[in-house]
């Protein structure tokens, strides 16, 4: 009898997320993890069920990105600037699944961390921030909560 084999990726997080999380749940912290993961998009499916059609936003998780945030990234010097629109990340006209789809294809179809090639501007916010700090941030928001 064979059991059946479930996949596993490696998902790299900051080392002082996977130490805090290890003091609390030692020995079995990769059971956590994933729990806390599968909780947290039931209750983002459950979230974005009830809100209104105008408050549709793009999940890049852990980031979740209203209509109005502008993605940029920069190649050979060129700011290439996307948006997102009612749910939908858009640039050239042209509708993109992910963030790594899009950042590749500004990018020249080169393969890219979209985290550390992506720079994010929320609307009402004058500011662009590095995708990759944005990700520590909210993922150690979203574990401290949880702790």
Same mark, same amino acid.
């Given at each position: 009898?064979?059991?059946?084999?479930?996949?596993?990726?490696? %998902?790299?997080?900051?080392?002082? *997320?996977? *130490?805090?999380?290890? $003091?609390?749940?030692?020995?079995? %912290?990769?059971?956590?993890?994933?729990?806390?993961?599968?909780?947290?998009?039931?209750?983002?499916? $459950?979230?974005?069920?009830?809100?209104?059609?105008?408050?549709?936003?793009?999940?890049?998780?852990? @980031?979740?990105?209203?209509?109005?945030?502008?993605?940029?990234?920069?190649?050979?010097?060129?700011? @290439? %600037?996307?948006?997102?629109?009612?749910?939908? @990340?858009?640039?050239?006209?042209?509708?993109?699944?992910?963030?790594?789809?899009?950042?590749?294809?500004?990018?020249?179809?080169?393969?890219?961390?979209?985290?550390?090639?992506?720079?994010?501007?929320?609307?009402?916010?004058?500011?662009?921030?590095?995708?990759?700090?944005?990700?520590?941030?909210?993922?150690?928001? @979203?574990?401290?909560?949880?702790?």
């Amino acid at each position: 009898m064979s059991i059946p084999a479930t996949p596993y990726i490696s %998902v790299p997080i900051p080392e002082y *997320l996977y *130490l805090e999380l290890a $003091k609390s749940y030692s020995p079995d %912290v990769s059971s956590k993890i994933a729990k806390i993961l599968s909780d947290h998009i039931v209750a983002k499916s $459950k979230s974005t069920d009830t809100k209104d059609v105008n408050e549709a936003t793009f999940t890049w998780l852990p @980031l979740s990105l209203p209509s109005g945030t502008k993605l940029r990234t920069t190649y050979y010097r060129e700011h @290439l %600037v996307a948006d997102i629109i009612d749910g939908k @990340l858009i640039w050239n006209d042209k509708v993109y699944p992910s963030v790594c789809e899009l950042i590749n294809t500004m990018r020249g179809g080169t393969r890219n961390n979209a985290w550390r090639c992506t720079e994010i501007k929320y609307p009402n916010s004058s500011s662009w921030v590095l995708a990759d700090r944005l990700r520590t941030d909210e993922a150690y928001r @979203l574990l401290s909560d949880l702790l």
